[in-house]
């Protein structure tokens, strides 16, 4: 009898710590801030994100990256390198969307048929205050 009480009790504290563990997460709006260019602090951001994704579930997510400043160096790179290419399409697998600063495109002198994959849409006039509008539409913003 003793021996069956030992067992219950393991059985709920067992169940216990799974619920505990099982989150559920509200519906997220993210927008990630990417300015820098080192290459390994994109990749970190973007695993960042990929953990998010895994985390929180594709469908209770809106994910915007805004990138400007040297990041954009990235999207020029990625536009002949496999490796950067695999990783943006995997992100945009997951419905995360890219917006690309379109005073950097500007200050690059370069056009979105330089950059991998990027559509008219995509740009926004000013990174910035394309952060502060989607903070206005209730996006939380990250920046790691």
Same mark, same amino acid.
């Given at each position: 009898?003793i021996r069956?009480? +030992?067992?219950m009790i393991?059985?709920?504290?067992?169940? +216990?710590?799974?619920l505990?563990l099982a @989150?559920?997460? %509200?519906?997220q709006?993210? =927008?990630?801030? =990417? !300015?820098?260019?080192?290459?390994s *602090?994109?990749?970190?951001?973007?695993?960042?994100? !990929?953990?998010?994704v895994a985390a929180v579930?594709?469908?209770n997510?809106? /994910?915007?990256v805004?990138?400007h400043?040297?990041?954009?160096?990235?999207?020029?790179?990625a536009?002949?390198?496999?490796?950067?290419?695999?990783?943006?399409?995997?992100?945009?697998?997951?419905?995360v969307?890219?917006? /690309?600063?379109?005073n950097?495109l500007n200050?690059? @002198? *370069?056009?979105?048929?330089?950059?991998?994959?990027?559509e008219?849409e995509? =740009?926004?006039?000013?990174?910035?205050?394309?952060? =502060? %509008?989607?903070q @206005? @539409?209730?996006?939380?913003?990250?920046?790691?």
């Amino acid at each position: 009898m003793i021996r069956l009480f +030992q067992t219950m009790i393991l059985l709920i504290s067992l169940v +216990q710590t799974s619920l505990a563990l099982a @989150q559920v997460y %509200a519906p997220q709006k993210v =927008v990630y801030h =990417v !300015n820098y260019g080192d290459v390994s *602090r994109i990749h970190a951001t973007f695993g960042n994100i !990929n953990n998010h994704v895994a985390a929180v579930g594709e469908d209770n997510l809106d /994910i915007k990256v805004m990138i400007h400043g040297a990041a954009l160096e990235y999207f020029l790179d990625a536009a002949d390198n496999d490796e950067k290419q695999m990783m943006l399409d995997s992100l945009r697998f997951q419905n995360v969307h890219f917006l /690309i600063c379109g005073n950097t495109l500007n200050g690059y @002198q *370069r056009t979105i048929d330089d950059l991998y994959d990027v559509e008219e849409e995509d =740009v926004v006039q000013a990174g910035l205050p394309g952060i =502060v %509008a989607l903070q @206005q @539409q209730g996006y939380i913003y990250v920046r790691p």
